[in-house]
């Protein structure tokens, strides 16, 4: 049985960062396509960013530059360091595993991430 755990959301200012954590069991994170997305009240859930079973990464235009996925596949874990945030990154977070960039196969429970002043 999968199961996934996230950790790490929180309450922080504009401009600050925040490193949420996602523990996989019952699924070979290196061999795998992991994700993170993140929803809004009254809206999809949208796609943040992947990494890969090679290690390749992908993100979305809005977390360019600002955002960066790993893995610790021995802690069978993925991060999403978050940096530079903004309060339109405020969401729930939710770690992903296999799918694409459109959705996942299996889903976390979610993180709440708030951005405000």
């Known amino acids: 049985q999968v199961h996934l755990v996230e950790s790490g959301g929180g309450l922080v200012q504009p401009g600050d960062s925040l490193r949420l954590s996602c523990v996989i069991s019952?699924?070979?994170?290196?061999?795998?396509?992991m994700s993170w997305f993140r929803q809004v009240p009254g809206k999809e859930r949208e796609f943040v960013a992947y990494i890969n079973w090679r290690g390749t990464t992908t993100y979305a235009d809005a977390v360019q530059g600002r955002f960066t996925i790993s893995r610790d596949t021995f802690k069978s874990t993925v991060y999403l360091q978050m940096n530079s945030l903004r309060p339109e990154d405020t969401a729930v977070y939710y770690c992903?595993?296999?799918?694409?960039?459109?959705?996942?196969?299996?889903w976390g429970q979610g993180t709440q991430v708030t951005v405000s002043s």
């Open positions: 019952g699924f070979t994170v290196s061999a795998n396509l």
């Open positions: 992903g595993a296999g799918g694409s960039r459109y959705s996942a196969n299996y």
